[in-house]
């Protein structure tokens, strides 16, 4: 599984930039699991993560960390880290689906 966390704050303008690059990415790539943690409203969440500059994209594959981007990150380098970490959450699936059925 794929997800990207995008760590914002309310008065953050460089959020709201991201937020707009960002536009459309859900649909573009409806397996992957998308969420935006407010860091002022969910601390808890930021420091589990580790995040303390705003705004901070995370993506994940299968539970572990594949890229990290402090600042605006172009949606270009996002998306080749999205599919790139679809890719490796697809190739352990199927390893383990092959595991499975050998």
Do not use: H
């Not at 992957?32 to 995040?51: H, P």
């Not at 270009?76 to 599919?83: F, T, Y």
């Amino acid at each position: 599984m794929t997800e990207v966390l995008l760590f914002t704050q309310e008065t953050c303008g460089a959020c709201a930039t991201q937020r707009e690059k960002n536009e459309g990415l859900e649909d573009a790539y409806p397996d992957v699991e998308f969420q935006e943690v407010d860091i002022q409203s969910d601390l808890e969440t930021a420091e589990e993560y580790g995040v303390r500059k705003t705004p901070t994209t995370l993506v994940y594959a299968n539970g572990e960390q594949t890229a990290e981007f402090i600042g605006i990150v172009e949606r270009d380098d996002l998306e080749a880290a999205i599919e790139s970490a679809d890719q490796q959450s697809t190739g352990i699936a199927q390893r383990f689906a092959s595991i499975l059925r050998g």
